[in-house]
Every structure is written in structure tokens, then in C-alpha cells.
């Protein structure tokens, strides 16, 4: 199976911070990449699918980048609802995956 | 407005089998994958498997082979998951959630709670 790898398991941020959070694919996954948002208590939201492309709804502060292996998700100016754990995840193979999480929170 | 409603929490004994169910609303049953994603206590996420309601095929995570059945029934617009021989392990918030082909996972059910305690 493709193994999903957020560097980070946490990290403090504080409001108006531009945050960008990192993900790595254990092999090229052709931007065939998800970012999903969630908060306690709440299911998965989509934020991002292919790497790039905006769900409809989803503030135009949050961004996606990379190709390859390497992927990245941006949020300008962190606002206090965007405090959540935040998840990538690949589906290009056969058996989709996610990576272990990013959970933002307020210094 | 796309919904997918789930059935309530479970509290099953060891070894035994639960079956949840995914009611859609609001869009083309057949015109989307179903998907069914475990969230583990810890928080990690795993895909355990879809199923083409048009069709009833089939694609299930190595690891849940065996363990988990995904069906449909498309006159009631409902999917299924079934999971048997019921552990610790299984104690989890169990997600359905759609997708077109080749896509993401854009709406999601509520979740459902399975606790596996005798």
C-alpha cells in the first residue's frame, strides 16, 4: 500500500499565522491527492481534491500545491474555525490511504 | 441537498457480526461509488472498501477482507456495511461516504459508533 506521511502530528499556530502543512507519498500518486478538514465530533470535510482544486464553498484562504510525492496545504491568516485536525489522502492506487493527521491548535 | 444518513451507535458482544446502513438522499444513488472509512480511536483513518451500487461490484482493503461485506439495496437508495468476528480492534466510528470515479470523497455520513465490549 502507498504510505501517506504528514511530518507533523501537531502544532501550535496562532490567529492570522499563514500555515502550511506537508504530506509525502511513498511513491508518485499522479496528484490523485485529498485534504480533508475535521473537527471533534464532526466527519471528514473535503477541502481539496487533485492536489489543487478548491471545493465549492471552501474558503479561498486554503490552498493546495505539489506534484510527484510531495504535496502541501496552505491556509493564510488562520481564522479560530480553522482550528481542526487536518488529513491527506491519496486515492490513485487500488487501496486509497490517509496520512496520520495534523491537528492545529491555538497558541 | 446530498445526505447521507446512518443508522445509530453499536454495542456489540465479541465475536459478534453488526451490519450499519447509509441511507442517501439528494442525488443519483447509482451515479457514485460508496465508500466506507474506519476512524479508529486514536483518530487514524483507514478505507476499508467501496462498492458501485449500480453494478454491486466490489473493492475492499486487503486488511478488511473477511471482515467487513458491502452491499446495496438500490430500491431503497441504502448501502451496507457487515462486519463479522467482532474485536476490540473493531471498536471504532465506522463513515460511508461517496465519490464519482477517480475522485474524491466529497460528502460524508454522520458516522457511526461500534463498540465491541461483552
Known amino acids: 500500500d502507498i504510505q501517506m506521511t504528514q511530518s507533523s502530528s501537531s502544532f501550535s499556530v496562532s490567529l492570522g499565522d499563514r500555515v502550511t502543512i506537508t504530506c509525502k507519498a511513498s511513491e508518485d500518486i499522479y496528484n490523485r491527492l485529498a485534504w480533508y478538514q475535521q473537527k471533534p465530533g464532526n466527519a471528514p470535510r473535503l477541502l481539496i481534491s487533485g492536489a489543487t482544486s478548491l471545493e465549492t464553498g471552501v474558503p479561498s484562504r486554503f490552498s493546495g500545491s505539489g506534484s510527484g510525492k510531495d504535496y502541501t496545504l496552505s491556509i493564510t491568516s488562520l481564522q479560530t474555525e480553522d482550528v481542526a485536525t487536518y488529513y491527506c489522502q491519496q486515492y490513485w492506487s487500488t487501496t486509497w490511504t490517509f496520512g496520520g493527521g495534523t491537528k492545529l491548535e491555538i497558541k | 441537498e446530498v445526505q447521507l444518513q446512518q443508522s445509530g451507535p453499536e454495542l456489540v458482544k465479541p465475536g459478534a457480526s453488526v451490519k450499519i446502513s447509509c441511507k442517501a438522499s439528494?442525488?443519483?444513488?447509482?451515479?457514485?461509488?460508496m465508500h466506507w472509512v474506519k476512524q479508529s480511536p486514536e483518530n487514524s483513518l483507514e478505507w476499508i472498501g467501496e462498492?458501485?451500487?449500480?453494478?454491486?461490484?466490489?473493492s475492499y482493503n486487503q486488511k478488511f477482507k473477511g471482515k467487513a461485506t458491502l452491499t446495496v439495496d438500490k430500491s431503497s437508495s441504502t448501502a451496507y456495511m457487515q462486519l463479522k468476528s467482532l474485536t476490540s480492534e473493531e471498536s471504532a466510528v465506522y463513515y460511508c461516504t461517496r465519490s464519482r470515479n477517480y475522485y474524491a470523497m466529497d460528502y460524508w455520513g454522520q458516522g457511526t459508533s461500534v463498540t465491541v465490549s461483552s
Open positions: 462498492i458501485n451500487p449500480s453494478t454491486g461490484g466490489t
Open positions: 439528494g442525488y443519483s444513488f447509482t451515479g457514485y461509488y
